[in-house]
Antibody, heavy 124, light 114 residues
Framework: EVQLVESGGGLVQPGGSLRVSCAAS????????MTWVRQAPGKGLEWVSY????????YYADSVKGRFTVSRDNAKNSLYLQMHSLTAEDTAVYYC?????????????????WGQGTQVTVSS | DIVMTQSPDSLSVSLGERATINCKSS????????????LAWYQQKPGQPPNLLIY???TRQSGVPDRFSGSGSGTDFTLTISSLQAEDVAIYYC??????????FGQGTKVEIK
């Protein structure tokens, strides 16, 4: 059974940093592109970051570029999102999601498995 | 960036009736080399992560009931629930995965029971 379990969320002060993680199981993690999507309270879905299966291609939304860093450890079946210079606008549930793999080469497709999400709250 | 705009923002439908949600992209998301539309639909119930319903604009994800169908091409797309069930109350999102990022979502459409 495919499982994605996020962790590491919490309350952080404006300007602070936080790293959220996503533990994957039930599939060959190293073969899949992965994505982070966030959802602010009462709002819609926002694509945040993409990482290819071998981490050689990485993309970010403009809203997080230069502040967030996505990485993965295929040996540990884990995905990470390091977040710096956090503001109230980063308050959201952060989901990791598995790419369905519809695009043979570079780039994302849609997301067939999602974690339950981890809440990140930026507040003083 | 490609902007995805859904309509309506919300709709109320009687049980057993048809629900129709529209999604419009700011530019074509039809890739001419493979004639595929790079569009997906998701369902999100309260307190849950999104669930993939449709990809390639009209291909149903495994396990999705056949009352859900997707159609459209180019810039205009539709998600149809042919006979609304109580468990279909949710917010529905379209998402494009065409070209380079950002791979944006529509703002969502809330479906309720009338």
């Amino acid at each position: 059974e495919v499982q994605l379990v996020e962790s590491g969320g919490g309350l952080v002060q404006p300007g602070g940093s936080l790293r959220v993680s996503c533990a994957a199981s039930g599939f060959n993690f190293s073969s899949y592109k992965m994505t982070w999507v966030r959802q602010a309270p009462g709002k819609g879905l926002e694509w945040v970051s993409y990482i290819s299966s071998s981490a050689d291609t990485i993309y970010y939304a403009d809203s997080v570029k230069g502040r967030f860093t996505v990485s993965r450890d295929n040996a540990k079946n884990s995905l990470y999102l390091q977040m710096h210079s956090l503001t109230a606008e980063d308050t959201a549930v952060y989901y990791c999601a598995r790419d369905k793999g519809l695009r043979a080469y570079s780039g994302s497709s849609c997301f067939d498995y999602w974690g339950q999400g981890t809440q990140v709250t930026v507040s003083s | 960036d490609i902007v995805m705009t859904q309509s309506p923002d919300s709709l109320s439908v009687s049980l057993g009736e048809r629900a129709t949600i529209n999604c419009k992209s700011s530019q074509s998301i039809l890739y001419s080399s493979n004639n595929k539309n790079y569009l997906a639909w998701y369902q999100q119930k309260p307190g849950q992560p999104p669930n993939l319903l449709i990809y390639w604009a009209s291909t149903r994800q495994s396990g999705v009931p056949d009352r859900f169908s997707g159609s459209g091409s180019g810039t205009d797309f539709t998600l149809t629930i042919s006979s609304l069930q109580a468990e279909d109350v949710a917010i529905y999102y379209c998402q494009h995965y065409y070209g380079t990022p950002p791979w944006t979502f529509g703002q969502g459409t809330k479906v309720e029971i009338k």
